[in-house]
């Protein structure tokens, strides 16, 4: 029996964790954060974007999660972002997940799922 990527993260515990990381490395690029920042005065508004994340990585990488938000051009509708911002985004993602002792097979299906979505979320 296979291992999913879901169990890879570890689990709902594991991917909330890498998400805490992932934003909290947005606030620190430069590249990307003026998108994020504004979010630390709005606490509830950040909280219910990361459960939003948590659920979708959750549910799209095989766990048991029930993603209820927006798709993903209906959420970034608007917000213009650049193929460079994205790129950047992909870099916090990966070193969440190197900080989090995310293997290289499992990094790799993470880019998988990450580059799969870029049509949907750049320059919408």
Do not use: Q
Not at 36 to 61: Q, R, V
Not at 93 to 119: C, M, P, Q, R, T
């Amino acid at each position: 029996m296979s291992t999913t990527l879901f169990e890879k993260l570890g689990g709902r515990e594991g991917i909330s964790n890498i998400v805490n990381d992932t934003v909290e490395n947005h606030m620190n690029n430069t590249a990307v954060n003026a998108r994020f920042l504004p979010y630390k005065s709005e606490p509830e508004k950040l909280d219910k974007i990361k459960k939003h994340t948590i659920d979708f990585f959750s549910m799209g990488s095989g766990g048991s999660a029930n993603y209820t938000g927006r798709d993903m051009e209906t959420a970034h509708k608007g917000m213009n972002i650049s193929p460079g911002e994205y790129m950047h985004t992909i870099d916090d993602i990966f070193a969440a997940l190197d900080k989090n002792s995310i293997d290289e097979a499992a990094k790799k299906e993470v880019l998988y799922i990450l580059w799969s979505l870029k049509g949907m979320i750049i320059a919408k």
